[in-house]
Nanobody, 124 residues
Framework: QVQLVESGGGLVQPGGSLRLSCAAS????????IGWFRQAPGKEREGVSC????????YYGDSVKGRFTISRDNAKNTVYLQMNSVTPEDTAVYYC?????????????????WGQGAQVPVYS
């Protein structure tokens, strides 16, 4: 059974850091690209980051570039999203999803098997 489970969410203060994990099961992680997306209340789902399966290329949305880092540990079947210098604008539910290949890494189309999401509220 294919499953993606996000963890590590929780309240964080502005300027703080948080690391989200996306634990994969039921498939071979290194065969897939993994994307992180987020959705804030009343807003559309936004592409945050992606790490490819072929050469480990990484992609970031403009709003998180330089602050967030995506990485993968295929041995642990886990992808991480390190979030630094967070702001209230980062408040959202964060989702991970897999794709066999990605032509548009930061768009949700093409991704399959989404996780249920991890809430990240950022406020003092």
């Amino acid at each position: 059974q294919v499953q993606l489970v996000e963890s590590g969410g929780g309240l964080v203060q502005p300027g703080g850091s948080l690391r989200l994990s996306c634990a994969a099961s039921g498939f071979i992680l290194d065969y897939y690209a993994i994307g992180w997306f987020r959705q804030a209340p009343g807003k559309e789902r936004e592409g945050v980051s992606c790490i490819s399966n072929h050469d480990g290329s990484t992609y970031y949305g403009d709003s998180v570039k330089g602050r967030f880092t995506i990485s993968r540990d295929n041995a642990k079947n886990t992808v991480y999203l390190q979030m630094n210098s967070v702001t209230p604008e980062d408040t959202a539910v964060y989702y991970c999803a897999k794709a066999p290949w990605v032509l548009t890494p930061l768009l949700p189309n093409g991704y399959e098997d989404w996780g249920q999401g991890a809430q990240v509220p950022v406020y003092s």
